[in-house]
């Protein structure tokens, strides 16, 4: 495989193995030569990656192995324009689909999900654990006995009177996906604690978390720059571009971003307390991706004052120590999330099989300015955080679908009013009447 000194077209990718072995563990199959399309599924918001796989076999594998659905595949690939690491999977076939003959070739499609997934249900775990969110988590993720790793980020939910949490007859998987909503951080204010896996490790850390980490690849919407190009350069071009959400007023009011509060109530000593969130009001206890929020909150776009009320139970363990911490939580925790759904596109790239939901990519989207042809949407453009990654390897070419959200624009509200030049502000001052006197 080349170097990363050495050009390669890009897209180029290999797969070093794409072995099947069958249920009995002895017959096993190198299937690299029948297979004609991959598609690796990663989501920030999914406990485990997915796959399909389709296959033209002119050799009767299918049968000769047989392919029943308790067969394992091993898959190792990388890009060849990245280095010379490789990202290895270890999958079970879990349903076989699009079966058909054409010229005495059998074509079918494997869905594939990963080990764990599939021995996560061999466990149940109905315990008794004290200690932090993070701390219970991987006390979990242990019974998974997962090849891969857990990376956290320590929560701070540590109570002075140490408290029993029990975990009622969930999975590992499940166990870990329910301690994200227990989990706050005192770093990190919005305590949006997500579990997910993606090619290189299971992550439990706040979302927060991921957006002030440095970008691993910058990406660029339309034509190249000439005085930048080098043999590499057109890696960073994106072959496709869809603006998916700038934001969703109404989604917002129902979703509690903008105005909330939460009445919690203790049935045992029968005390109610109030909790308040407000967008405009506790904007800067956020750490944001950009510099500047999606709305203007000096003041004058508070008309969106209508507050979303919650009720939740909460039980004190001692006179002022609340179990649930449903104050540092619950409304900060769905402020974040409804917040990341605002602004979201979808970019197609050449393959970067180092590239990772939760890592975060820099964008450069054009201004499409008659009178300025290379200015920048100041607005859009700026740092992203991958949600989702569609891997797809097929046609010789290896690509990536990545899911981008962000929370920020690049400069604060209110901007400067625009100043119109050359032939727009002529027009403008003809629509307002402005011209023909």
């Known amino acids: 495989m080349a170097g990363p000194s050495e050009y390669n077209r890009p897209g180029d990718f290999e797969i070093s193995q794409l072995k099947i072995t069958a249920h009995n563990d002895f017959d096993e199959a190198n299937m690299l030569q029948f297979y004609r399309t991959m598609r690796i599924y990663e989501d920030i918001f999914s406990s485990s990656i997915t796959a399909t796989i389709s296959f033209a076999d002119t050799s009767g594998m299918m049968r000769f192995l047989p392919i029943i659905g308790q067969e394992k595949v091993e898959l190792s690939y990388s890009s060849k324009n990245v280095d010379k690491t490789e990202t290895t999977l270890n999958m079970i076939v879990t349903k076989i689909s699009d079966v058909y003959t054409e010229n005495s070739t059998l074509f079918f499609t494997l869905h594939l999900s990963t080990e764990d997934m599939i021995n996560n249900f061999n466990t149940r775990i109905s315990k008794q654990f004290s200690g932090s969110a993070t701390e219970i988590a991987q006390k979990c993720f242990e019974k998974l006995e997962s090849k891969k790793t857990l990376e956290v980020e320590e929560s701070d939910d540590r109570y002075e009177n140490e408290t029993a949490f029990v975990i009622p007859s969930f999975t590992p998987l499940k166990a870990i996906s329910f301690l994200t909503r227990r989990a706050f951080s005192d770093t990190y204010k919005s305590s949006s604690y997500v579990f997910f896996e993606n090619t290189q490790s299971y992550q439990f850390k706040p979302l927060e978390y991921y957006t ?39 989604d917002n ?47 004058k776009g508070e008309q969106y004052e209508p507050e979303t009320l919650y009720i939740q139970p909460e039980i004190e363990i ?46 450069q989207i054009p201004a499409y300015s008659i009178v300025e042809p290379d200015a920048i949407n100041e607005q859009y453009s700026g740092k992203y955080l991958i949600t989702a990654i569609q891997h797809r390897m097929m046609l010789g070419q290896y690509e990536q679908d990545l899911e981008l959200v962000k929370d920020s ?17 002529s027009i403008g001052r003809s629509n307002l009447g402005g011209g023909g006197k």
Request: charged residues 25%; negative net charge; glycine residues 6%.
């Open 253 to 299: 009011i129902t979703s509690g971003m903008y105005n909330t509060k939460l009445h919690t109530i203790d049935l045992l000593t029968r005390t109610k307390k109030e909790y308040k969130h407000s967008y405009w009001e506790d904007s800067d206890k956020y750490e944001y991706m950009n510099d500047g929020p999606i709305h203007d909150v000096s003041g």
């Open 212 to 250: 002030q980490q440095e970008s691993k690849n910058s990406f660029i919407v339309g034509d190249m720059p000439n005085s930048s190009f080098d043999s590499n350069e057109e890696n960073k071009k994106v072959l496709d571009y869809s603006f998916d959400s700038a934001f969703s007023v109404l």
């Open 318 to 363: 001692n006179s002022g120590s609340p179990m649930f911490n449903a104050e540092k939580i619950f409304l900060q925790r769905m402020f974040f999330q409804q917040l990341m759904k605002n602004i979201k596109c979808t970019i197609t790239v050449f393959g970067d099989h180092k590239l990772t939901v939760g890592d975060t990519v820099d964008l």
């Open 409 to 425: 624009f690049n400069r604060e509200l209110p901007a400067d009013p625009p100043t119109a030049q050359g032939d727009v502000a």
